[in-house]
């Protein structure tokens, strides 16, 4: 027992002579290097940059660890008319001879091999030189991604803009996001040659609509219309493959032999209508999908004013559906068309409790739901049946939300007070059991 226990106070000691050397030699790797600078500049003014801080090794040993640390900056979305990046780093070599000649240069994307080199082609040849062996800081590694290139290394950028960060974005566009705010739409058109007519519509897609695909097979063409919420009507001919802008959207077009196909990242800068262009009597079919942003959303109203002044009565909250646009209230039928949005249900509270004034002094105050009863619905007797048999029949009562005095009498009140509750049937059918009918039986003798 004596050399077990003797065994066991070596082992602590050890582990804490090692424990403590570890630390110190963390403590004396961390003192080796210089307080970091402050940030600098932002490679970029708009649409996500990068700046660096630097800080000196102290020792004349080799330091571990490293001496620059970067973060992004200038998150914010670019002008329209400022262009895209990577292309004016192509435009700045337009003034500089290439085998003796000038060029306009055009940016290559997404090159897998190298994406942060500046690869450039050459308008109307064809040519494709590598004019650079890195892109400027904050230039996209690739057109669909937030990872941006930092001195010639491209870095992942998560959806909230932070350096090495995981997080992305849902199919609705929003930044670690459930999917909840938007519904996936799919379909198909088949084209309908009618006599007279050179064009109809494949389908409406609502503004801010994203990862938009439409394949068309067949002999028809594809052109797409956009109307913003101002109602300006804009027309874009899809007439070869190539990238289109209409209303801040940018659209991947691909014509071939036998179909097209239009994509759209999104999200859409307008409703756009997909149209098609009739070219002979043969039909075309057309199949989408998109995702579409839930844009008519309920919400809890606050609650309503208390139903008495004093003595003890109660409030209640509504639900409205409202336009996610425009921030403004609409009719009810607009939240109905996404079985998404569950509706919520009204709360009720008491409200007012204290006693109401008396000549004799004080109302004795009851326990609140035998005080003032809740509002309730109070329903008719059923009308009779509308047929008397053949299943066809019904019948209708009305249902009123009443409140009841302290006396016991019932009075109509508004509606919004029996909402807590759902409101009782006012049509079913009745007789439904067949009608009598003649049965010939045999003749006499």
């Not at 337009?94 to 055009?106: I, K, M, T």
């Not at 001195?151 to 090495?164: K, P, T």
């Not at 019948?395 to 019932?410: H, K, P, Y």
Request: charged residues 25%; hydrophobic residues 30%; aromatic residues 8%.
């Amino acid at each position: 027992m004596e050399l077990e226990s003797s065994v066991c106070k070596l082992l602590v000691m050890t582990l804490l002579i090692l424990n403590s050397r570890t630390a110190r030699s963390e403590e004396d790797r961390d003192t080796l290097w210089d307080a970091w600078g402050s940030w600098s500049e932002c490679s970029r003014t708009c649409g996500g940059g990068a700046s660096y801080s630097l800080r000196r090794c102290l020792s004349s040993r080799t330091c571990e660890g490293q001496n620059i640390k970067y973060r992004t900056c200038s998150n914010v979305d670019c002008p329209p008319d400022a262009g895209d990046f990577r292309a004016q780093q192509c435009s700045a070599h337009a003034d500089v001879r290439y085998q003796g000649e000038f060029h306009d240069w055009l940016p290559v994307y997404n090159d897998p091999e190298n994406p942060c080199s500046l690869k450039c082609k050459a308008k109307g040849s064809g040519i494709v030189v590598e004019l650079a062996p890195k892109v400027l800081d904050g230039t996209r590694c690739y057109t669909e991604s937030l990872d941006m290139c930092i001195s010639g290394v491209c870095q992942i950028v998560g959806c909230d803009h932070e350096l090495g960060s995981t997080s992305k974005e849902d199919n609705c566009g929003i930044c670690n996001g459930d999917g909840s705010s938007c519904r996936l739409v799919r379909g198909h058109y088949k084209s309908q040659h009618v006599s007279g007519k050179t064009e109809d519509t494949v389908v409406i897609i609502p503004y801010q609509s994203r990862h938009v695909r439409l394949v068309l097979k067949g002999p028809d063409h594809l052109y797409v219309e956009g109307k913003t919420l101002q109602g300006v009507r804009t027309e874009v001919m899809l007439d070869r493959s190539g990238q289109y802008h209409l209303e801040n959207t940018t659209m991947d077009f691909q014509k071939l032999s036998d179909k097209e196909i239009l994509r759209m990242i999104g999200p859409l800068g307008a409703d756009f209508t997909i149209k098609i262009q009739f070219a002979n009597d043969a039909d075309s079919v057309i199949q989408y999908i998109y995702y579409q942003p839930i844009i008519h959303r309920w919400r809890e109203t606050d609650f309503f004013p208390c139903s008495v002044t004093c003595g003890g009565g109660y409030q209640l909250t509504s639900a409205e559906c409202y336009d996610l646009r425009t921030g403004r209230v609409v009719v009810d039928q607009y939240c109905h068309y996404y079985p998404e949005n569950v509706k919520p249900k009204p709360k009720l509270q008491e409200c007012n409790m204290e006693p109401c004034l008396d000549s004799d002094g004080y109302k004795e105050i009851m326990p609140y739901d035998l005080y003032h009863p809740l509002p309730r619905w109070e329903s008719s007797p059923w009308t009779s049946c509308s047929t008397s048999c053949g299943g066809g029949g019904i019948q209708s009562r009305s249902v009123t939300c009443v409140e009841e005095d302290m006396q016991g009498n019932m009075t109509p009140t508004e509606e919004w007070k029996c909402l807590y509750s759902p409101k009782t049937a006012i049509l079913q059918p009745c007789n439904a059991f067949s009608c009598p009918t003649w049965v010939a039986q045999e003749w006499s003798p």
